[in-house]
């Protein structure tokens, strides 16, 4: 075997076993950050067999940072903000606050610095942004009100641990300095402020003209590599440009190029491209996470461990649930916000890494961090079970408390009609064509934007993932005759087929596919046909050829 194959024994191990753990617990109904979190472990120090190398893991998570924070920035929405503002900003505030000063008072009584207390505290204060989505996704309350309100408060949580994580390297300099000597706080403060007007100032008149402008180029030459190249080079160009030019974290860089690739009108081809490369590398970044926790700290400080989960939980949970009731919000959203804010996450981690390399976190924090995400985790899913049970019970007996919510577009009560899966290009043109002939028609798709524009234009729309159960139930599939899946993702189409064919037999379902083994994989779970977009476009092509007077001789000759 060849010698310096750290990096390629990490990477191969270390995503293999991600897979094997995510997948085992997605299937316990847990988020597979749980099984990423438990692969690290395995392949960390603190547990016997193969150790993988620290040092490479810990690069490898820098780019994940990366990735994960350019991802932040490319769905960052203003507008979720603005709709929600007047309970998400104040409400995240306070339960930002209550939860930082908690964490601080369990650190106090641990003996820590005032310092480090704080960072341990903010490191409990800020929920996961997958985990809530997912969640909320789930149960298809990602365009209710109260699934805006957890958004809106989770995108201000957000910004807040952006700055924090500009800010955290003066604190730490200020505290410690050279050679143990304190620096000056102001001047610090005040230097790294300028430095971070000069770059948002870069940012917004230069970065803002130059990144639209530089993917509609690359786009027009109809390079799809060259296309994904370009946003990975902007997303870790910028990251680093930020960095090495203007002192500011990997982190804010990448947020930034993410944040103005948005104002692109091909944001969703960035998205959508960069997307498998951004999910491996927040995979390693989680098995880099799951590397420097030792496990041994669940039984060695079993009280510590119950302290974060009551911090997770009073200044979190019982803050937001507080603050909803405050503002007269109706029970069941003000408990569906406070479920979603009972865990901690990805900006957990970054924050808890970064303080224990300033070293204004000490490594028992660190632990006591990532053993309160992997406990909340895994309890967040029976929490909205519960709070699931508690609402089909209500609507059992007799609702009590209506929640107010907009009119969601046109309305969802047809029969007849066809179940378009993805409005996107393919979608989009399909819908229209079905309508122009009289066909009464239904979309779900997974893109806000997508959704609205079908609201826009007199169509039905769901939002959501058409695998979820509560996705397909809310399209009536039991009315409608027939099913187009029009996105490009073979295995969640199959998913939706199967789950389709189960609810109504007699459905005819439709699918989109590219390759021969996708046609075999969705007729396998319960289509009727496939398209296959490239053999299409050849006969298409062909029935043109032969349409012209050289060869219309041929075409009679060619049976049909």
Known sequence: MHHDTDLITLIAVGLALAFVLGTIAHKLRLSPLVGY?????????????????????????????????????????????????????????????????????????????????????????????????????????????????????????????????????????????????????????????????????FMLVIGKRAIPWTLERVARTGQRELFTLSVLGIALGVAFGAAALFGVSFALGAFFAGMLLNESELSHKAAADSLPLRDAFAVLFFVAVGMLFNPAILLEQPWQVLGVLLVIYGGQSLVAFGVMRLYRQPMDSSLTVAASLSQIGEFSFILAALGLGLGILPKAGHDLVLAGALVSIILNPLLFALLDRRQSRQLAEAPQEAEPEPLPGPSLELEGHAIVIGYGRVGSELAEVLRERGVPVLIIDADRDHVQRAHERGIPGIRGSAAADKVLAEAHPDKATIAILAIPQPLEAGEAIAKLRATNPTLTLLARAHSDAEVRHLLEHGADGAVMAERELAHSLAEMVLSTPPYRALRRTIPA
Do not use: N
Not at 47 to 68: H, K, N, R, W
Not at 140 to 151: C, M, V
């Open 37 to 201: 979190l438990v692969a690290g472990i395995i392949t960390g120090p603190y547990t016997p067999g193969f150790i993988a190398d620290q040092a490479l893991a810990t690069q490898l998570s820098e780019i994940g940072v990366m990735l994960l924070m350019f991802g932040v920035g490319l769905h960052f929405s203003l507008d979720d903000l603005l709709e929600v503002k007047a309970i998400a900003i104040p409400g995240a505030i306070v339960q930002i606050t209550v939860a930082t000063l908690l964490g601080w008072g369990l650190a106090w009584t641990m003996g820590w610095p005032t310092l480090d207390g704080l960072v341990f505290g903010l490191a409990l204060s800020v929920a996961s942004t997958v985990v809530v989505t997912r969640a909320l996704e789930e149960r298809r309350q990602l365009d209710t009100l109260r699934g805006r309100i957890a958004i809106g408060w989770l995108i201000v949580e957000d910004l807040v641990m952006v700055l924090a994580l500009v800010l955290l390297p003066v604190l730490a300099q200020a505290g410690h300095g050279e050679a143990g000597e304190r620096s000056p706080l102001l001047p610090l403060l005040g230097w790294t402020l300028l430095k971070l007007c000069l770059f948002v100032t």
